[in-house]
C-alpha cells in the first residue's frame, strides 16, 4: 500500500500544480487582462450644470431667463437651483417655473413642497371659499403636506411609459364662522400622470431640435366633502425635450412656449 502511494506521489503533484497555476508557461505580467465594456452613455435630456442657461418666450412676446444658478441641501438631499430673470411667481406645477430639482440615474424630480403647501393654503382655499361656498361666512384651513417631490420623467424617457407625477392627498378643514366654527372636513385628491407619447423633429426660435422626447402631463383634482365628489376636467400639457439641451416647448390649451436662445456646458 505504502509503494502505490508513492507511485501516485507525482499525479497529486502535478494536479497541485495545475490547480494553483504554478508550473504554466505564462507569467503574471503576461496573463491576458480582460477590459470592461464601458456602459453606453445615456444622452442627458435634462442638462444640470451650475451656469446652464435657457431663454423662453410665450406666444404673448413675454420672455424670462433661467440659470442654474447653485447646489443647495433641502431635507438631506442636494438640490439645484433655477434663478429666473425677471422672476417669476412660485408655480409648483408649471414645469418651466420650478424653483428646485435633482437628477438621479434614472430619474429627474423638482422639490415643490413649500410651493405645493402655499398653492393648497392660499390659492385653493380661497377658491373654495368663494366658489363653493359664495356669500358664506366660511374659512377653509388646509393642512400640511409631507410630499415634496414630484417625479418629472424617468431616464431614459421610453415610448408608452407612463408613471405618477404627482399623487396626493390634501385634508382639510370648511369652518362655518356663524355657526360657532363648525367644522366640515374635506379631502383633496391632485393626480398628475405623465407618459412618453412621441418625439420626433421640433422648430423653435432657437433652433431645429430633430430628435426630442413629447410628453404628456395630465392632471386632475378630485374634492371630496362628506359623500360627495367633485372632479375637475383633466388639463393636459405637452413637453418636448430635446437631448443635451433640455425643454424646447410646451404647450398646453392656454399657452405655448418656446425656447429662443440656450447655452448649455458640453458633457462628456
Not at 405645493?116 to 382655499?125: G, L, P, S
Not at 393642512?143 to 414630484?150: D, G
Request: aromatic share 12%; hydrophobic share 40%; glycine share 6%.
Amino acid at each position: 500500500m505504502k509503494t502505490d502511494l508513492i507511485k501516485l506521489l507525482p499525479v497529486f503533484l502535478c494536479i497541485t500544480l495545475l490547480l494553483s497555476g504554478c508550473g504554466s508557461d505564462t507569467s503574471e505580467t503576461e496573463e491576458t487582462v480582460v477590459t470592461p465594456t464601458e456602459p453606453k452613455k445615456v444622452p442627458s435630456y435634462y442638462p444640470d450644470a451650475v451656469g446652464n442657461r435657457w431663454v423662453y418666450r410665450e406666444v404673448n412676446g413675454v420672455e424670462w431667463e433661467r440659470i442654474v444658478s447653485e447646489e443647495r441641501v433641502i431635507q438631506g438631499r442636494v438640490y439645484r437651483v433655477f434663478d429666473y430673470n425677471p422672476p417669476v411667481e412660485d408655480a409648483p406645477f408649471d414645469y418651466l417655473k420650478t424653483p428646485s430639482y435633482r437628477v438621479t440615474q434614472n430619474r429627474v424630480l423638482f422639490f415643490v413642497g413649500e410651493e405645493i403647501n402655499r398653492y393648497f393654503e392660499v390659492d385653493f382655499a380661497e377658491s373654495l371659499e368663494t366658489e363653493v361656498f359664495p356669500g358664506e361666512n366660511v374659512e377653509v384651513k388646509v393642512r400640511a403636506i409631507s410630499e415634496h417631490e414630484l417625479i418629472f420623467f424617468r431616464i431614459p424617457p421610453i415610448g408608452n411609459f407612463q408613471w405618477d407625477v404627482l399623487d396626493l392627498k390634501v385634508k382639510g378643514d370648511i369652518i362655518f364662522l356663524d355657526l360657532g366654527g363648525a367644522k366640515l372636513p374635506f379631502e383633496i385628491h391632485y393626480l398628475i400622470t405623465g407618459a412618453v407619447v412621441g418625439g420626433g423633429a421640433v422648430q423653435t426660435p432657437a433652433g431645429n431640435f430633430e430628435t426630442t422626447a413629447r410628453i404628456q402631463y395630465k392632471s386632475k383634482i378630485t374634492t371630496s366633502i362628506l359623500d360627495e365628489e367633485d372632479t375637475t376636467e383633466e388639463t393636459t400639457d405637452t413637453v418636448w425635450l430635446a437631448p443635451g439641451v433640455g425643454i424646447v416647448k410646451v404647450q398646453n390649451e392656454d399657452r405655448v412656449v418656446e425656447l429662443i436662445e440656450y447655452s448649455v456646458q458640453e458633457e462628456f
